[in-house]
Structure formats: C-alpha cells, structure tokens
C-alpha cells in the first residue's frame, strides 16, 4: 500500500513537467521565429541555399 500511495504523490510531476518543457519550446519557437523572420534570418537562408546550391553544382 506504500507504494500506491508514493507514487499517488509523484502524479502531479509529469504535469509540471509537462507544462514546463511546453513552455521552453514555445519560448525558443518564439525566438526562432524573430531571428528568421528579421534580416539576419533573410541573410541565413540565402547563405545556405547558396551553400547547398553550390554543393550540387546548379549555382
């Protein structure tokens, strides 16, 4: 019966945990989205779709 009871304790856990990496990744999709849809995130993919571009010999 313990071990019921311990492990009744520990259920509200996985939801702040959960809710906390839910959080996080709304926070870095978030910044993701202002870094790229800024200037620096137009020069990004440029540079990389030259790069790869270059890699394949079309450009």
Do not use: C, N, P
Not at 21 to 30: I, K, P, R, S
């Amino acid at each position: 019966m313990t071990r019921r009871r311990a492990r009744r304790g520990e259920q509200g856990i996985t939801t702040a945990e959960y809710a906390v990496g839910t959080a996080a990744g709304a926070g870095l999709a978030g910044l993701l989205f202002q870094m790229l849809s800024g200037g620096f995130g137009d020069k990004m993919l440029k540079t990389l779709f030259d790069h790869v571009f270059s890699l394949l010999g079309i450009g």
